[in-house]
C-alpha cells in the first residue's frame, strides 16, 4: 500500500495498522472496556514510598539537589518560582505564547488562541489537524502534557509551599474527571500521552513527601499511569510518523514498565519500550549523528529521550548496547559543528518549542542544557565547551554526583577540525575556528527530509546560513506554526523562506498536507575539498527538471579562510525563466543600493557585504514583513513570527545561466565596499573574482573541476572523488 507524499507500508506495518483500527472500533462500540486495574492499591502505595526513589532519577529524589540548585543557580529558582506563582494564577507560557489562559477550571479541549474548543468524543473521531474543529492542537496538547506540572513540583522542592503542592493536586483531579480514557482530543496522539505519563512519573516524585499527595491520589494517579501505558502500546507509532512520535512513546512505556514494576504488564513495557529505542537509535540517528528529518528541534527532542533513557537505564541497572551511546554521541558531535560561534543553534527543519521535560526554560535555539547533561554523562570536554556552565537539568537528572562529574571536566572546544562534511544526513559546515567571534556557513546538501514522509523537513535544497564575527546573519526563516492558517504553514517550509535559488516562482516541492510533500527531490554533492587555505564543495539538485526546460540548479561555495565565500549558483538547462537569487536575514538591517552592493549591519558594528555578478542585469530589493505573497518573516519560536529582511537579486533571462556572489565579512559595514570585479569566460559567464586591494583573484574554470586562489592551485575532484 502506497499513500502520496509516504512510503510504502511493509507487511508487518499493514498488520500493525489493521489491529489498530480493529481496536479504535472495539473502543468506540464498548466492546473494549477502558478503565485501568483496580486492585492492590495499598501495596502500590507502599512499595512506591519504599522502592520509587531508588529508581528514579537521583537529582529529583536526593535532599541535597535543592540547596545545591539555591547555591550554584539562585537565578534558576527564581525563574521556577515565577512560572510556579503564574501557574497557580491559571496563567500558562506555552510554544511561543505567553499567558494563555484555559478558564476556572482549566478548560483542557480548549485552545485559547482560536477559541475553539475540540468535541468530546472518542478520540479516534477528532482530526487533530482540522483548525475549523479544534483550533491550533498543539496548544491544547502542550497544555495537556502537564510538564507545568513538573515546574510546580520543583518549586515544592525549592521552597515547601504547600501552595504548589495544593494546585498539582486540584488541576490532577480536575484533569482525570474531565478526560475520561481514550475520550477527548488528549488521547488522540500517543506520544502526547506518553508525554503526560513522563510529567506525572515526575510529578509523583518531586511531591511524594508532601501531605497532599494522599494514598487515594496517588492510587489513583497510578491507575492512571496503567491506562496511559496501555494506550501507547495499543496505538504505538509503527506506521504513523515512526520518528519522535515513536521513540517519545518507548521511552513513556519504559517509564511506566521501569519505575512501576508491580503493575499489570510493566515487564513487557520496559522490555517492549527500550527494545523499540536502541532500533530507533540506527534507524532515525544517521552514522554521522545527523537526525533523520533534517531537523536540528526534533533532533533536540530525539537527544532528550535517549539521554533519559541512558540515565533511568544506568540508575536501575538495565542492559543497553553501546550502540545507542555512540549514536547519541555521535548526534551531538554534528550539533556542536553547526552550532552558531554565538552559542545558539540554527533552526534547520521544523521545531515546535517544546521540550521533553522541560526541567528549565530553555529557547527554541538554546541546547545548553542538553550539552550540559552529555558533558556529566560522558566526561566529554566539547560538550562542557558547549554548555558554558554547569545548568539546572544536571543537577534534577544526575544530582550532586552529576554536578562533580560536569566541574571534573575541563572545558575545551572539540579536537575535529572546524569544517566538516556530513555525508550521510547531507550538510557541508565551512567555519574559520572554534572562536566565538568567528564566521561560518552551512551549506545544506541533503535530501528533503526523512524518506518516511519528509514531514518535518524543509523544501531548502543548496541553502545556506552564515554566521559573521559569531552572529547568524543569514538563517533559516523556522516554522511558525503548523496549522494555524495553511499559508503560513507552507510559506514557511518553502524555498522563497530559505537562502537559496527560487526558479519560476516555483518551490522545489509543493505541499500535499501539513506534514507531507507530492514529492522530496534531494541535492547530490558532487565534491568536498578542504584544505589549511579554503574549503569547497559543489552539489546539485533536479527538483526544477519539471519546469520547461528542465531546469538544474548547482550551487558551488568557497570558503577562503583569509575570511569571505563565493557561491557560484549555475542554472542548467534552457528557455527563458525567473530567477531569485535569495537570501533571508535575521532581524538586523540590511540596505542595497544601486551597483548591487547589500550591507548588513550586525551587534557590535561588524557586518556582513554581498554582491552577486552575473553576466545579465539583475535586480535587487530587500523586503520585510511583505505579506503578499507573504516574505521577510522569520519565527524564532511556534506561534510567534516578525519581519526581517529578505535580500532578492531577481532577472528573466534564458537559461544557462551563472550567478557569481560574494559574502564578505568586515568590521565596518559603513566603509566602502572592496573594489572587486568579475572575470569572465569565453562563455561569457562569470569564472572568478579579482579583488584588487588585497591583490588576490579566486578562480573556477568552466567546468568547475579546478578553482584557485592566489599563490594557491588545487583541484576539486570531479564526481564522487574528495567527497
Given at each position: 500500500?502506497?499513500h502520496?507524499?509516504?512510503?510504502?507500508?511493509?507487511?508487518?506495518?499493514?498488520?500493525?495498522?489493521g489491529?489498530?483500527?480493529a481496536?479504535?472500533?472495539l473502543?468506540?462500540t464498548?466492546?473494549?472496556?477502558?478503565?485501568?486495574?483496580?486492585?492492590r492499591r495499598?501495596?502500590?502505595?507502599?512499595?512506591?514510598?519504599?522502592?520509587?526513589?531508588c529508581?528514579?532519577?537521583?537529582?529529583?529524589?536526593?535532599?541535597?539537589?535543592?540547596?545545591?540548585?539555591?547555591?550554584?543557580?539562585?537565578a534558576?529558582?527564581?525563574?521556577?518560582?515565577?512560572?510556579?506563582e503564574?501557574?497557580c494564577?491559571g496563567?500558562?507560557?506555552?510554544?511561543g505564547?505567553?499567558?494563555l489562559c484555559f478558564?476556572?477550571p482549566?478548560?483542557?479541549?480548549?485552545?485559547?488562541v482560536s477559541?475553539?474548543?475540540?468535541p468530546?468524543?472518542?478520540?479516534?473521531?477528532i482530526?487533530?489537524?482540522?483548525?475549523?474543529?479544534?483550533?491550533?492542537?498543539k496548544?491544547?496538547w502542550?497544555l495537556n502534557?502537564?510538564?507545568?506540572?513538573?515546574?510546580?513540583?520543583?518549586?515544592?522542592?525549592?521552597?515547601?509551599?504547600?501552595?504548589y503542592?495544593?494546585a498539582?493536586?486540584?488541576?490532577?483531579?480536575?484533569?482525570?474527571?474531565?478526560?475520561?480514557?481514550?475520550?477527548?482530543?488528549?488521547?488522540?496522539?500517543?506520544?502526547?500521552?506518553?508525554?503526560?505519563?513522563?510529567?506525572?512519573?515526575?510529578?509523583?516524585?518531586?511531591?511524594?513527601?508532601?501531605?497532599v499527595?494522599?494514598?487515594?491520589?496517588?492510587?489513583?494517579?497510578?491507575?492512571?499511569?496503567?491506562?496511559?501505558?496501555?494506550?501507547?502500546?495499543?496505538?504505538?507509532?509503527?506506521?504513523?510518523?515512526?520518528n519522535?512520535?515513536?521513540?517519545g512513546?518507548?521511552l513513556?512505556?519504559?517509564?511506566?514498565?521501569?519505575?512501576?514494576?508491580d503493575?499489570?504488564?510493566?515487564?513487557?513495557w520496559?522490555t517492549?519500550?527500550?527494545?523499540?529505542?536502541v532500533d530507533q537509535?540506527?534507524?532515525?540517528?544517521h552514522p554521522?549523528?545527523v537526525?533523520?528529518?533534517?531537523?536540528?528541534?526534533?533532533?533536540?527532542y530525539?537527544l532528550?529521550?535517549?539521554?533519559?533513557?541512558?540515565?533511568?537505564?544506568?540508575?536501575?541497572a538495565w542492559?543497553?548496547?553501546?550502540?545507542?551511546?555512540?549514536?547519541?554521541?555521535?548526534?551531538l558531535?554534528?550539533?556542536?559543528?553547526?552550532?552558531?560561534?554565538?552559542?545558539?543553534?540554527?533552526?534547520?527543519?521544523?521545531?515546535?518549542?517544546?521540550?521533553?521535560?522541560?526541567?528549565?526554560?530553555?529557547?527554541?535555539?538554546?541546547?545548553?542544557?542538553?550539552?550540559?547533561?552529555a558533558?556529566?554523562?560522558?566526561?566529554?570536554a566539547?560538550?562542557?565547551?558547549?554548555?558554558g556552565?554547569?545548568?539546572?537539568?544536571?543537577l534534577w537528572?544526575l544530582?550532586?554526583?552529576?554536578?562533580r562529574?560536569?566541574?571534573?571536566?575541563?572545558?575545551?572546544?572539540?579536537?575535529?577540525?572546524p569544517?566538516?562534511?556530513?555525508a550521510?544526513?547531507?550538510?557541508?559546515v565551512?567555519?574559520?575556528g572554534?572562536?566565538?567571534d568567528?564566521?561560518?556557513l552551512i551549506?545544506?546538501?541533503?535530501?528533503?527530509?526523512?524518506?518516511?514522509s519528509?514531514?518535518?523537513?524543509?523544501?531548502?535544497?543548496?541553502?545556506?546560513q552564515?554566521?559573521?564575527?559569531?552572529?547568524?546573519?543569514?538563517v533559516?526563516a523556522?516554522?511558525?506554526?503548523?496549522t494555524?492558517?495553511?499559508?503560513s504553514r507552507?510559506f514557511?517550509?518553502?524555498?522563497?523562506?530559505?537562502?537559496?535559488v527560487?526558479v519560476?516562482?516555483?518551490?522545489?516541492?509543493?505541499?500535499?498536507?501539513?506534514?507531507?510533500?507530492?514529492?522530496?527531490?534531494?541535492?547530490r554533492?558532487?565534491?568536498?575539498?578542504?584544505?589549511?587555505?579554503?574549503?569547497?564543495?559543489?552539489?546539485?539538485?533536479?527538483?526544477?527538471?519539471?519546469?520547461?526546460?528542465?531546469?538544474?540548479h548547482?550551487?558551488?561555495?568557497?570558503?577562503?579562510?583569509?575570511?569571505?565565500?563565493?557561491?557560484a549558483?549555475?542554472l542548467?538547462?534552457s528557455?527563458?525563466?525567473?530567477?531569485e537569487?535569495?537570501?533571508?536575514?535575521?532581524?538586523?538591517?540590511?540596505?542595497?543600493?544601486?551597483?548591487?552592493?547589500?550591507?548588513?549591519?550586525?551587534?557590535?558594528?561588524?557586518?556582513?557585504?554581498?554582491?552577486?555578478?552575473?553576466?545579465?542585469d539583475?535586480?535587487?530589493?530587500?523586503?520585510?514583513?511583505?505579506?503578499?505573497?507573504?516574505?521577510?518573516w522569520?519565527?524564532?519560536?511556534?506561534?510567534?513570527?516578525?519581519?526581517?529582511p529578505v535580500?532578492?537579486y531577481?532577472?528573466v533571462?534564458?537559461?544557462?545561466?551563472?550567478?557569481?556572489?560574494?559574502?564578505?565579512?568586515?568590521s565596518?559595514?559603513?566603509?566602502?565596499?572592496?573594489?572587486?570585479?568579475?572575470?569572465?569566460?569565453?562563455?561569457?559567464?562569470?569564472?572568478?573574482?579579482?579583488?584588487?586591494?588585497?591583490?588576490?583573484?579566486?578562480c573556477?574554470?568552466?567546468?568547475?573541476v579546478?578553482?584557485?586562489?592566489?599563490?594557491?592551485?588545487?583541484?576539486?575532484a570531479k564526481?564522487?572523488?574528495?567527497?
Amino acid at each position: 500500500m502506497r499513500h502520496r507524499g509516504l512510503r510504502p507500508m511493509s507487511i508487518d506495518e499493514l498488520v500493525c495498522r489493521g489491529r489498530q483500527e480493529a481496536s479504535k472500533w472495539l473502543e468506540r462500540t464498548g466492546a473494549i472496556k477502558r478503565n485501568g486495574p483496580r486492585r492492590r492499591r495499598a501495596v502500590d502505595v507502599d512499595r512506591f514510598h519504599a522502592f520509587g526513589p531508588c529508581r528514579f532519577f537521583e537529582g529529583a529524589v536526593s535532599e541535597r539537589t535543592p540547596r545545591l540548585l539555591i547555591g550554584r543557580m539562585p537565578a534558576a529558582r527564581d525563574e521556577v518560582v515565577n512560572v510556579a506563582e503564574a501557574v497557580c494564577r491559571g496563567s500558562f507560557d506555552l510554544l511561543g505564547y505567553s499567558g494563555l489562559c484555559f478558564g476556572e477550571p482549566v478548560d483542557w479541549h480548549l485552545d485559547p488562541v482560536s477559541g475553539r474548543r475540540a468535541p468530546l468524543v472518542h478520540w479516534s473521531r477528532i482530526a487533530p489537524l482540522d483548525r475549523t474543529l479544534v483550533g491550533d492542537h498543539k496548544v491544547v496538547w502542550e497544555l495537556n502534557r502537564h510538564q507545568w506540572i513538573v515546574r510546580l513540583g520543583q518549586a515544592y522542592r525549592l521552597t515547601g509551599d504547600l501552595r504548589y503542592a495544593r494546585a498539582f493536586a486540584a488541576n490532577i483531579r480536575q484533569w482525570m474527571d474531565a478526560n475520561p480514557r481514550g475520550i477527548g482530543i488528549n488521547w488522540a496522539s500517543s506520544l502526547e500521552v506518553a508525554l503526560r505519563l513522563i510529567s506525572w512519573c515526575w510529578s509523583l516524585h518531586l511531591f511524594r513527601e508532601s501531605p497532599v499527595l494522599s494514598p487515594d491520589l496517588l492510587a489513583e494517579m497510578l491507575e492512571g499511569i496503567w491506562a496511559h501505558a496501555a494506550h501507547i502500546e495499543r496505538y504505538l507509532s509503527h506506521y504513523f510518523s515512526p520518528n519522535t512520535h515513536l521513540t517519545g512513546e518507548a521511552l513513556g512505556l519504559f517509564y511506566a514498565g521501569l519505575l512501576f514494576p508491580d503493575l499489570p504488564r510493566s515487564a513487557r513495557w520496559r522490555t517492549l519500550g527500550s527494545r523499540i529505542l536502541v532500533d530507533q537509535s540506527e534507524r532515525q540517528i544517521h552514522p554521522d549523528g545527523v537526525y533523520f528529518e533534517q531537523s536540528t528541534g526534533y533532533a533536540r527532542y530525539t537527544l532528550e529521550i535517549y539521554l533519559h533513557f541512558l540515565i533511568l537505564g544506568a540508575r536501575n541497572a538495565w542492559p543497553i548496547p553501546p550502540v545507542v551511546s555512540e549514536r547519541v554521541g555521535r548526534m551531538l558531535d554534528f550539533l556542536l559543528a553547526v552550532r552558531f560561534p554565538d552559542g545558539s543553534m540554527p533552526q534547520i527543519g521544523d521545531a515546535d518549542s517544546g521540550s521533553l521535560v522541560p526541567l528549565a526554560r530553555r529557547s527554541q535555539d538554546d541546547f545548553r542544557g542538553v550539552f550540559a547533561t552529555a558533558a556529566a554523562l560522558f566526561g566529554r570536554a566539547d560538550f562542557a565547551w558547549a554548555a558554558g556552565a554547569a545548568t539546572p537539568e544536571i543537577l534534577w537528572l544526575l544530582g550532586p554526583e552529576g554536578l562533580r562529574a560536569f566541574d571534573a571536566v575541563r572545558p575545551a572546544p572539540p579536537a575535529s577540525t572546524p569544517s566538516r562534511l556530513f555525508a550521510d544526513g547531507g550538510y557541508v559546515v565551512t567555519r574559520s575556528g572554534w572562536e566565538p567571534d568567528g564566521h561560518q556557513l552551512i551549506f545544506d546538501v541533503g535530501p528533503l527530509g526523512c524518506r518516511v514522509s519528509g514531514g518535518h523537513g524543509h523544501a531548502d535544497l543548496l541553502s545556506v546560513q552564515c554566521a559573521v564575527f559569531g552572529q547568524p546573519y543569514l538563517v533559516d526563516a523556522g516554522t511558525c506554526c503548523y496549522t494555524a492558517d495553511s499559508t503560513s504553514r507552507d510559506f514557511f517550509r518553502s524555498t522563497a523562506a530559505h537562502s537559496t535559488v527560487v526558479v519560476d516562482g516555483e518551490p522545489q516541492a509543493a505541499p500535499a498536507a501539513p506534514f507531507q510533500w507530492r514529492e522530496r527531490p534531494s541535492a547530490r554533492l558532487r565534491a568536498w575539498r578542504s584544505t589549511p587555505e579554503f574549503d569547497f564543495a559543489d552539489a546539485d539538485h533536479r527538483a526544477y527538471l519539471r519546469l520547461p526546460g528542465a531546469v538544474v540548479h548547482r550551487r558551488r561555495v568557497l570558503f577562503v579562510r583569509a575570511g569571505y565565500w563565493v557561491l557560484a549558483d549555475d542554472l542548467e538547462g534552457s528557455g527563458e525563466h525567473a530567477v531569485e537569487l535569495r537570501f533571508q536575514f535575521a532581524p538586523i538591517e540590511v540596505d542595497v543600493d544601486s551597483t548591487l552592493w547589500a550591507r548588513a549591519r550586525g551587534r557590535g558594528g561588524t557586518g556582513l557585504l554581498i554582491r552577486p555578478f552575473a553576466s545579465v542585469d539583475l535586480r535587487a530589493s530587500v523586503h520585510s514583513g511583505d505579506v503578499a505573497p507573504m516574505q521577510g518573516w522569520i519565527s524564532a519560536e511556534y506561534g510567534r513570527r516578525q519581519p526581517a529582511p529578505v535580500l532578492v537579486y531577481s532577472v528573466v533571462t534564458r537559461a544557462p545561466l551563472r550567478i557569481m556572489t560574494l559574502l564578505w565579512p568586515t568590521s565596518d559595514p559603513h566603509a566602502t565596499a572592496a573594489s572587486v570585479a568579475p572575470l569572465f569566460g569565453e562563455d561569457t559567464m562569470p569564472v572568478g573574482l579579482v579583488f584588487e586591494d588585497i591583490g588576490e583573484s579566486v578562480c573556477f574554470d568552466d567546468l568547475g573541476v579546478r578553482l584557485s586562489i592566489t599563490g594557491v592551485s588545487a583541484p576539486a575532484a570531479k564526481g564522487s572523488e574528495g567527497v
